[in-house]
């Protein structure tokens, strides 16, 4: 696999990781998560990446792909601090004979990635310490990617100019869902407006509930079948322009 291909593939996930913490620092993460009649256990997950004591990655879903690319994903959370999870995390990868690396975003996030030279598997693991605990994603991504340019989907208000555009699908548990995130441009007051005309052009209703506390930045939209839950926060990109990012979660039911 080329070295772009395979920093294509690092970069999908840590985007993916990064926007899941948005999502589930904003109280919507657990949408993402199996039902509580479902087994939450996720065996691939379990035996591929190094356990951290007594901790049980839960899914994210069994079948889910990032831009095409099927991946399985799980976290969990530990009041533990950073780096305790990482030295031992890095410890077990080397003693099942991989070679991991840790890559630093911040002094209160990071990664570590490894390589499967027998089955070309990634495995990658975000650690991301919040107010007094550590979230720890985990994910496994095959050797032979796809397409991972996925175009914004205009049917959802997304506009065609939107940047950084991941689109996570999962119809696992006997639904359909998706996750999206993408980057607009300017700040977030502007892009909230413009987004929430966007949706009632489509025919999308805002939630009373939501309306009124819409000055933290969550949105949820609504027609029939379809529901949309959106976290928007306002950030600095890398050449210190103002951008607005935000994290949908989209639940659909369709006739099976």
């Given at each position: 696999m080329s070295a772009r291909i395979l920093k294509n593939i690092i970069s999908v996930v840590i985007a993916l990781f990064v926007f899941a913490g948005a999502f589930y620092l904003g109280g919507g993460f657990r949408l993402l998560t199996a039902e509580k009649n479902q087994d939450?256990?996720?065996?691939?997950?379990?035996?591929?990446?190094?356990?951290y004591k007594n901790k049980v990655f839960l899914p994210m879903g069994n079948r889910i792909s990032v831009n095409n690319l099927p991946m399985e994903l799980?976290?969990?959370?530990?009041?533990?601090?950073?780096?305790?999870?990482?030295?031992?995390?890095?410890?077990?990868?080397?003693?099942?004979?991989?070679?991991?690396?840790?890559?630093?975003?911040?002094?209160?996030?990071?990664?570590i990635q490894t390589t499967d030279k027998k089955t070309g598997e990634h495995r990658i693991i975000i650690l991301k310490?919040?107010?007094?605990e550590?979230?720890?994603?985990?994910?496994?991504?095959?050797?032979?990617?796809?397409?991972?340019i996925v175009k914004p989907d205009k049917s959802l208000g997304i506009p065609s100019d939107a940047t950084n555009y991941i689109e996570v699908k999962n119809q696992d548990y006997g639904r359909f869902a998706r996750t999206i995130s993408f980057q607009m441009k300017g700040g977030r007051d502007k892009n909230i407006a413009l987004y929430k005309e966007s949706l009632r052009n489509l025919g999308f209703g805002e939630n009373d509930y939501f309306r009124k506390i819409n000055d933290e930045g969550v949105l949820a939209f609504g027609r029939e079948n379809i529901q949309i839950m959106a976290v928007i926060t306002e950030s600095e990109d890398e050449k210190g322009e103002t951008v607005t990012s935000f994290v949908l979660n989209v639940m659909e039911k369709k006739d099976e």
């Open positions: 939450v256990l996720n065996p691939k997950i379990s035996k591929e990446i190094p356990q799980g976290y969990f959370t530990t009041k533990d601090e950073l780096p305790a999870v990482r030295d031992e995390l890095m410890k077990k990868f080397r003693d099942a004979g991989l070679n991991p690396h840790f890559n630093q975003i911040s002094d209160e996030e990071g990664f310490r919040t107010d007094n550590t979230m720890v994603f985990a994910g496994i991504t095959p050797a032979v990617s796809e397409n991972l």
